[in-house]
């Protein structure tokens, strides 16, 4: 079994020039793909696994972050080829009414890029920004973006405490959307929506409240993540059943104990783009691995633009990967 993560899947659109997406054709044309090389995993044959079957062959399609996309586009899509998905919300933006810190990154990047992003702090905050030598040492060194959109993503994702990141982000997100910001419901699906994906036979699991890499929380921040996001699947939906995902594919000891006392069945992780084989009872089922989108034909993310290069700048990037 292949479990391969999705995050935007959207046609393209205007207002996001810099955004890095997967574009609804494409993901049109992996699907046609995945049918014709490996099939895919079905609602019943997976709840066999976790039942104590054999893990079945073919791809466990997986969409992270409840984001509109995935009810305005993958849904169609999968009801159309009668496919099953599984589906991980995070709680804060349906319980709070808020964006959360990794969403505003991307839309931020998406709308002026990063190196119009990097003046601006610049200019504005230069107090968050690391030294020159601790620049070249971003998490995101294997991807393609231009440096200055991969130092944005280090800087936000994972080096400032919230109270430091928070107001900055506020403040860079107004600058880029001209004091209009995108409204929660243009980014997240609501109850409602989460609801239709029940009803529409998709699993949808927590995801986390906000957001946060396990590395970044002490173990009662740990601890109120995961509950938290788990009671809210859990009272909105009814349904527990479909497992745990780790925001930002991050978990600890902490967390996988966490899950197994709570009883949940499973966790995805983001691994090293292993398959899932075997018996659940043999498999490391509080990290389950996923693969990519991208590590497969048609998978790669579109822009409106091409990728910003800036003076003194080498950018390669082509295919700027997600969160
Ligand atoms: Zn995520």
């Given at each position: 079994m292949k479990?391969v993560?999705?995050h935007?899947?959207r046609?393209?659109?205007?207002?996001?020039?810099?955004f890095?997406y997967?574009s609804?054709?494409?993901?049109?044309r992996?699907?046609?793909?995945f049918g014709?090389?490996y099939?895919?995993v079905?609602?019943r044959?997976?709840?066999?696994?976790l039942?104590?079957?054999?893990?079945?062959e073919?791809?466990l399609l997986?969409?992270?972050?409840?984001l509109r996309?995935h009810?305005?586009y993958?849904?169609?899509?999968?009801?159309?080829?009668?496919?099953f998905g599984?589906?991980y919300?995070?709680?804060a933006?349906?319980?709070e009414g808020v964006?959360?810190?990794?969403?505003?990154v991307h839309?931020?990047?998406?709308?002026?890029?990063g190196?119009?992003?990097?003046?601006w702090?610049e200019?504005n905050?230069s107090?968050i920004l690391p030294?020159?030598?601790?620049?070249?040492?971003?998490h995101?060194a294997?991807q393609?973006?231009?440096?200055?959109?991969?130092l944005?993503k280090?800087?936000?994702?994972?080096?400032?405490?919230p109270e430091?990141?928070?107001?900055?982000?506020?403040?860079?997100?107004?600058?880029?959307f001209?004091?209009?910001p995108p409204?929660?419901s243009?980014?997240?699906?609501?109850?409602?929506?989460?609801?239709a994906?029940?009803?529409a036979?998709?699993?949808?699991g927590?995801?986390g409240h906000?957001h946060l890499p396990?590395s970044q929380l002490?173990?009662?921040?740990?601890?109120?993540?995961?509950?938290?996001?788990?009671r809210?699947v859990?009272?909105?939906?009814s349904t527990?059943?479909?497992?745990?995902?780790y925001p930002h594919g991050?978990?600890?000891?902490?967390s996988?104990?966490?899950l197994?006392?709570?009883?949940c069945?499973f966790?995805?992780a983001i691994g090293?783009g292993a398959?899932i084989?075997?018996?659940i009872?043999?498999t490391p089922r509080?990290?389950?691995?996923?693969h990519?989108c991208?590590?497969?034909p048609?998978?790669q993310?579109?822009?409106e633009?091409?990728?910003v290069h800036?003076?003194g700048?080498?950018?390669?990037g082509k295919?700027l990967g997600i969160?």
């Amino acid at each position: 079994m292949k479990a391969v993560m999705y995050h935007y899947v959207r046609p393209a659109g205007p207002g996001l020039p810099y955004f890095p997406y997967l574009s609804l054709a494409d993901f049109e044309r992996q699907l046609d793909i995945f049918g014709r090389d490996y099939g895919f995993v079905s609602r019943r044959a997976f709840l066999d696994w976790l039942e104590g079957a054999p893990a079945p062959e073919g791809v466990l399609l997986t969409f992270d972050d409840g984001l509109r996309d995935h009810i305005d586009y993958v849904l169609p899509a999968l009801l159309r080829r009668d496919l099953f998905g599984l589906f991980y919300l995070c709680s804060a933006p349906l319980v709070e009414g808020v964006l959360l810190d990794v969403h505003k990154v991307h839309l931020i990047l998406g709308r002026i890029g990063g190196p119009a992003a990097l003046a601006w702090l610049e200019r504005n905050s230069s107090e968050i920004l690391p030294g020159a030598e601790l620049r070249r040492q971003t998490h995101y060194a294997a991807q393609k973006a231009d440096p200055a959109t991969k130092l944005i993503k280090d800087i936000f994702n994972w080096r400032l405490t919230p109270e430091v990141r928070g107001p900055a982000l506020d403040r860079l997100l107004r600058y880029a959307f001209s004091d209009s910001p995108p409204r929660v419901s243009d980014i997240y699906l609501g109850a409602a929506e989460a609801r239709a994906l029940v009803d529409a036979g998709m699993g949808v699991g927590p995801h986390g409240h906000r957001h946060l890499p396990a590395s970044q929380l002490t173990p009662p921040e740990e601890s109120f993540e995961i509950e938290t996001s788990s009671r809210f699947v859990d009272e909105v939906l009814s349904t527990l059943g479909w497992g745990y995902c780790y925001p930002h594919g991050m978990f600890s000891q902490t967390s996988q104990d966490i899950l197994e006392k709570a009883g949940c069945p499973f966790a995805l992780a983001i691994g090293d783009g292993a398959d899932i084989e075997g018996l659940i009872r043999n498999t490391p089922r509080y990290s389950l691995p996923r693969h990519n989108c991208s590590a497969f034909p048609s998978g790669q993310v579109s822009f409106e633009l091409p990728p910003v290069h800036s003076a003194g700048m080498t950018s390669t990037g082509k295919e700027l990967g997600i969160a």
